[in-house]
């Protein structure tokens, strides 16, 4: 696509459901990239993945948050048993390389609401 | 660990003002540095970067010098429009971090006619 695609772009959802955000990036954008931006914490690294591979998951709050890409392509991140301190916006980006300096392209981010 | 720190907004201007946002981090290793903004209603932009030491970064009439002297990497533009009002983050990346950013906490610039 044009740009990097994220859905849903709001959610609200009950404090211990699950939820499943989707990223799709750039086409051919081998690094995929998950942030999230709330009022207190500001923007935050989350995980990032190298192909289908994520060597990074420093970011990941707690063992509640996992993420997966498949094909190199989409990638999903799962929130189980939501917290109202999830309450955040997500964001996805992509960059066709690794290589410190590379543009990362953002997504307009999912809006999460748990209440 | 790697951090940004930026001034706290938010900061209002009248239009042709001089705008200057600070921005110092800290870093383990030799970062590159960027500048994202975030216009209301829009997703992260990149707006500039700088991958070396005394490199000048531009872009739309913002400029931003990589000055490893002072760790800094203040944003400025001499003459502000209306449009100009956004969110802005800077940001350091490392090549060894896989190229993740790390972010300040952003700056709200608003600019009045």
């Known amino acids: 696509g044009a740009g990097v695609s994220q859905s849903p772009s709001n959610k609200v959802t009950e404090k211990g459901k699950d939820v499943e955000l989707r990223c799709d990036p750039i086409?051919?954008?081998?690094?995929l990239y998950w942030y999230r931006q709330s009022l207190g914490q500001g923007l935050e690294f989350l995980i990032y993945?190298?192909?289908?591979?994520?060597?990074?998951k420093s970011g990941l709050p707690s063992d509640r948050f996992s993420a997966e890409r498949t094909g190199g392509s989409v990638s999903t991140l799962t929130i189980q048993r939501t917290q109202q301190e999830d309450s955040a916006v997500y964001l996805c980006?992509?960059?066709?390389?690794?290589?410190?300096?590379?543009?990362?392209?953002f997504g307009q981010g999912t809006r999460l609401t748990v209440v | 660990g790697n951090s940004v720190t930026q001034m706290e907004g938010p900061v209002t201007l009248s239009e042709e003002a001089f705008l200057t946002i600070n921005c110092t981090y800290t870093?383990?290793?030799?970062?590159?540095l960027f500048w994202y903004v975030q216009y209301p209603g829009e997703g992260l932009q990149l707006l500039l970067k700088?991958?070396?030491?005394?490199d000048k970064g531009s872009n739309k009439g913002f400029e931003a010098t990589y000055r490893k002297e002072t760790t800094s990497f203040h944003l400025e533009k001499g003459s502000v429009q209306v449009s100009d009002s956004a969110v802005y983050f800077c940001?350091?990346?490392?090549?060894?971090?896989?190229?993740?950013?790390?972010f300040g906490g952003g700056t709200r610039v608003l600019v009045k006619p």
């Open positions: 980006a992509s960059s066709y390389s690794l290589l410190t300096a590379t543009e990362a392209f």
């Open positions: 086409s051919g954008h081998t690094a």
């Open positions: 993945f190298q192909g289908n591979s994520a060597p990074d």
């Open positions: 870093a383990t290793g030799y970062p590159s």
């Open positions: 700088a991958t070396k030491a005394d």
């Open positions: 940001a350091l990346s490392e090549g060894a971090a896989g190229n993740k950013l790390t």
